[in-house]
Protein backbone atom coordinates (compact mmCIF):
# COMPACT_ATOMS: atom_id res chain seq x y z
CA UNK A 1 0.00 0.00 0.00
CA UNK A 2 1.08 3.32 -0.90
CA UNK A 3 1.99 5.33 2.03
CA UNK A 4 3.58 8.67 0.40
CA UNK A 5 4.27 9.76 -2.55
CA UNK A 6 8.21 10.98 -2.59
CA UNK A 7 9.19 12.37 -6.27
CA UNK A 8 6.69 12.70 -9.15
CA UNK A 9 7.56 12.79 -12.83
CA UNK A 10 9.20 16.37 -12.48
CA UNK A 11 10.90 15.78 -9.19
CA UNK A 12 12.83 12.99 -10.66
CA UNK A 13 14.09 14.84 -13.44
CA UNK A 14 15.00 17.62 -11.92
CA UNK A 15 17.29 15.40 -9.59
CA UNK A 16 18.75 13.75 -12.51
CA UNK A 17 19.59 17.06 -14.08
CA UNK A 18 21.46 17.66 -10.36
CA UNK A 19 22.92 14.51 -10.59
CA UNK A 20 24.46 14.87 -14.45
CA UNK A 21 25.56 18.48 -13.16
CA UNK A 22 27.50 17.30 -10.18
CA UNK A 23 29.00 14.65 -12.04
CA UNK A 24 30.44 17.19 -14.63
CA UNK A 25 31.32 19.41 -12.38
CA UNK A 26 33.41 16.65 -9.63
CA UNK A 27 35.13 15.27 -12.73
CA UNK A 28 36.28 18.49 -14.18
CA UNK A 29 34.30 18.04 -17.21
CA UNK A 30 33.91 13.97 -18.42
CA UNK A 31 37.11 12.73 -19.93
CA UNK A 32 37.54 9.18 -19.07
CA UNK A 33 34.04 9.31 -17.00
CA UNK A 34 32.34 6.58 -18.02
CA UNK A 35 28.47 5.32 -16.31
CA UNK A 36 27.11 2.02 -15.88
CA UNK A 37 23.61 1.26 -14.64
CA UNK A 38 22.95 -1.64 -12.39
CA UNK A 39 20.48 -3.71 -13.76
CA UNK A 40 17.47 -3.56 -13.20
CA UNK A 41 16.06 0.54 -12.54
CA UNK A 42 19.60 1.89 -12.73
CA UNK A 43 20.13 1.38 -16.30
CA UNK A 44 17.20 3.52 -17.37
CA UNK A 45 18.30 6.22 -14.37
CA UNK A 46 21.79 5.72 -16.03
CA UNK A 47 20.48 6.56 -19.83
CA UNK A 48 19.10 9.43 -18.67
CA UNK A 49 21.85 10.90 -16.86
CA UNK A 50 24.11 10.43 -20.22
CA UNK A 51 21.20 11.93 -21.74
CA UNK A 52 21.80 15.24 -19.84
CA UNK A 53 25.30 14.86 -19.72
CA UNK A 54 25.30 14.97 -23.66
CA UNK A 55 23.33 17.68 -23.44
CA UNK A 56 25.26 19.69 -20.81
CA UNK A 57 28.98 18.73 -22.38
CA UNK A 58 28.26 18.25 -26.07
CA UNK A 59 29.76 14.82 -25.50
CA UNK A 60 28.63 11.34 -25.61
CA UNK A 61 30.20 9.42 -22.44
CA UNK A 62 30.16 5.59 -22.43
CA UNK A 63 27.73 3.91 -21.09
CA UNK A 64 27.10 0.42 -19.83
CA UNK A 65 24.84 -2.23 -18.19
CA UNK A 66 25.69 -4.33 -15.07
CA UNK A 67 24.02 -7.39 -13.43
CA UNK A 68 25.34 -8.21 -10.60
CA UNK A 69 23.09 -11.22 -9.76
CA UNK A 70 25.97 -14.06 -9.18
CA UNK A 71 27.84 -11.34 -6.91
CA UNK A 72 25.02 -10.84 -4.75
CA UNK A 73 25.21 -12.48 -0.83
CA UNK A 74 21.91 -13.31 -1.07
CA UNK A 75 21.35 -15.01 -3.70
CA UNK A 76 20.69 -18.64 -2.38
CA UNK A 77 17.52 -16.81 -0.75
CA UNK A 78 16.35 -15.27 -4.16
CA UNK A 79 15.13 -17.84 -5.85
CA UNK A 80 15.87 -21.76 -7.36
CA UNK A 81 16.28 -20.13 -10.70
CA UNK A 82 17.27 -16.21 -10.14
CA UNK A 83 16.39 -13.82 -13.89
CA UNK A 84 19.44 -12.69 -15.40
CA UNK A 85 19.06 -9.71 -16.99
CA UNK A 86 23.03 -9.49 -18.24
CA UNK A 87 26.15 -7.09 -18.39
CA UNK A 88 27.10 -5.17 -21.34
CA UNK A 89 29.49 -3.08 -21.10
CA UNK A 90 30.84 -2.37 -24.70
CA UNK A 91 34.36 -0.58 -23.39
CA UNK A 92 37.87 -0.77 -21.64
CA UNK A 93 36.95 0.23 -17.77
CA UNK A 94 40.70 0.24 -17.63
CA UNK A 95 42.03 4.16 -16.63
CA UNK A 96 38.04 5.13 -16.58
CA UNK A 97 36.17 7.14 -14.04
CA UNK A 98 33.13 4.71 -13.67
CA UNK A 99 30.03 5.97 -11.80
CA UNK A 100 28.04 3.71 -10.63
CA UNK A 101 24.16 4.22 -11.42
CA UNK A 102 21.24 2.58 -8.96
CA UNK A 103 17.61 3.89 -7.85
CA UNK A 104 18.08 3.14 -4.26
CA UNK A 105 20.95 2.97 -1.91
CA UNK A 106 19.89 0.60 2.06
CA UNK A 107 21.99 -1.42 3.09
CA UNK A 108 25.43 -1.26 0.82
CA UNK A 109 25.09 -4.80 -0.06
CA UNK A 110 24.04 -4.09 -3.96
CA UNK A 111 27.13 -1.61 -3.81
CA UNK A 112 29.52 -4.23 -2.51
CA UNK A 113 28.55 -6.65 -5.23
CA UNK A 114 28.36 -4.68 -8.12
CA UNK A 115 32.18 -3.17 -7.10
CA UNK A 116 33.41 -6.87 -6.76
CA UNK A 117 31.74 -7.63 -10.28
CA UNK A 118 33.33 -4.62 -11.81
CA UNK A 119 36.42 -5.35 -10.41
CA UNK A 120 36.47 -9.04 -12.21
CA UNK A 121 36.08 -6.83 -15.47
CA UNK A 122 39.20 -4.42 -15.18
CA UNK A 123 40.68 -1.67 -12.51
CA UNK A 124 38.81 1.61 -13.00
CA UNK A 125 40.90 4.68 -12.52
CA UNK A 126 38.45 5.44 -9.34
CA UNK A 127 34.20 4.21 -8.64
CA UNK A 128 31.64 6.60 -8.07
CA UNK A 129 28.31 5.97 -6.54
CA UNK A 130 25.25 7.46 -7.82
CA UNK A 131 21.99 6.97 -6.60
CA UNK A 132 18.43 8.57 -6.57
CA UNK A 133 16.82 7.71 -3.04
CA UNK A 134 19.23 7.35 -0.24
CA UNK A 135 17.09 6.10 2.30
CA UNK A 136 19.87 4.81 5.68
CA UNK A 137 20.42 2.06 7.26
CA UNK A 138 23.78 1.31 5.64
CA UNK A 139 25.28 -2.26 6.74
CA UNK A 140 28.21 -1.09 4.99
CA UNK A 141 30.83 1.39 4.79
CA UNK A 142 29.68 2.81 1.80
CA UNK A 143 28.68 6.23 0.69
CA UNK A 144 26.72 8.00 -2.43
CA UNK A 145 28.87 10.93 -4.37
CA UNK A 146 25.48 11.71 -5.95
CA UNK A 147 22.40 11.63 -4.40
CA UNK A 148 18.77 12.61 -5.56
CA UNK A 149 17.09 12.92 -2.32
CA UNK A 150 18.06 11.24 1.30
CA UNK A 151 14.69 9.97 2.57
CA UNK A 152 14.37 9.25 6.21
CA UNK A 153 12.58 5.78 6.39
CA UNK A 154 12.17 2.97 9.32
CA UNK A 155 13.39 -0.67 8.02
CA UNK A 156 9.71 -1.87 7.69
CA UNK A 157 9.07 0.38 4.89
CA UNK A 158 10.04 0.03 1.05
CA UNK A 159 10.62 2.77 -0.81
CA UNK A 160 9.44 2.27 -4.26
CA UNK A 161 11.08 3.25 -7.42
CA UNK A 162 9.24 3.11 -10.69
CA UNK A 163 10.65 4.64 -14.42
CA UNK A 164 8.52 4.78 -17.54
CA UNK A 165 11.06 2.14 -19.19
CA UNK A 166 10.08 -0.54 -17.05
CA UNK A 167 6.98 0.55 -14.87
CA UNK A 168 5.01 2.83 -17.20
CA UNK A 169 5.68 5.66 -14.83
CA UNK A 170 8.28 7.78 -13.07
CA UNK A 171 7.78 8.08 -9.32
CA UNK A 172 9.13 7.15 -5.88
CA UNK A 173 6.79 5.94 -3.03
CA UNK A 174 7.30 4.91 0.53
CA UNK A 175 5.24 1.87 1.13
CA UNK A 176 4.20 -0.47 4.17
CA UNK A 177 6.65 -3.52 4.21
Known sequence: MEKALIMDKDAMNRALT???HEIVEKN???EDVALIGIQRR????????AQKIEEIENVKVPLGVLDITFYRDDLS???AHPVING????????GKKIVLVDDVIYTGRTVRAAIECLFDLGRPQMVQLAVLI?????ELPFRPDYVGKNIPTSKSEVVSVQ???IDSIDKVTI???
Open 77 to 79: LLA
Open 42 to 49: GVPLAKRI
Open 175 to 177: NEG
Open 28 to 30: KGV
Open 163 to 165: VVE
Open 134 to 138: DRGHR
Open 87 to 94: TDIGFQIE
Open 18 to 20: RIA
